[in-house]
T-cell receptor, first 114, second 113 residues
């Protein structure tokens, strides 16, 4: 069974541009999470989808970030316009329905904003 | 509040034991985890411990939890070069909004020959 996949693996953009990150969760996983690690610091929670609904978006840094999960399958995270401080590694994770289930992580997308 | 702290680096010799430490602040944590990240890879769950346990052993891995001091440790016995990676501790909180993991900064483990 395929794991969580993320695209692209790397993205280098200039300040002010737009970037869209994609996450494909494990098939059948209702829960989808976005996290990011900025400049070697801790990995921080961004938001949590249950199917297509945003369950918790308390970690989204500002309104330049927009996450969607239309149809409850894959998810996109758009940053518009990108700023220098948005550079980091963006991780996606998915888990089955239920509170105790393990979150499986993708390899991450490394975003560099110049 | 939610705050998880780890030391940034640890260097050990192959065959020695490694001990990676973590402190957390939220006493309502239910599960505590150790994840491993190898270069270019995602986060791999190594082991976890439920908050009402003191210790958990899984082959070369031993997790110790001191709930009073909010201290979690991961001991790797007979450390090998393949254990070189970044190790993250994380706590899971059941919030009104669902599950989310709060991670530490990660400890870079370097295993030398």
């Amino acid at each position: 069974e395929a794991g969580v996949t993320q695209f692209p693996s790397h993205s280098v953009i200039e300040k002010g541009q737009t970037v869209t990150l994609r996450c494909d969760p494990i098939s059948g996983h209702d829960n989808l999470y976005w996290y990011r690690r900025v400049m070697g610091k801790e990995i921080k929670f961004l938001l949590h989808f249950v199917k297509e609904s945003k369950q918790d978006e308390s970690g989204m840094p500002n309104n330049r970030f927009l996450a969607e999960r239309t149809g409850g399958t894959y998810s996109t995270l758009k940053v518009q316009p990108a700023e220098l401080e948005d550079s980091g590694v963006y991780f996606c994770a998915s888990s089955q329905a239920g509170r105790n289930n393990e979150q499986f992580f993708g390899p991450g997308t490394r975003l560099t904003v110049l | 509040g939610e705050d998880v702290e780890q030391s940034l680096f640890l260097s050990v010799r192959e065959g020695d034991s490694s001990v990676i430490n973590c402190t957390y602040t939220d006493s309502s944590s239910t599960y505590l985890y150790w994840y491993k990240q190898e270069p270019g890879a995602g986060l791999q769950l190594l082991t976890y411990i439920f908050s009402n346990m003191d210790m958990k052993q899984d082959q070369r891995l031993t997790v110790l939890l001191n709930k009073k001091d909010k201290h979690l440790s991961l001991r790797i016995a007979d450390t090998q070069t393949g254990d070189s990676a970044i190790y993250f501790c994380a706590e899971k909180l059941f919030t009104g909004g669902g599950n989310k993991l709060t991670f530490g900064t990660g400890t870079q483990l370097k295993v030398e020959l």
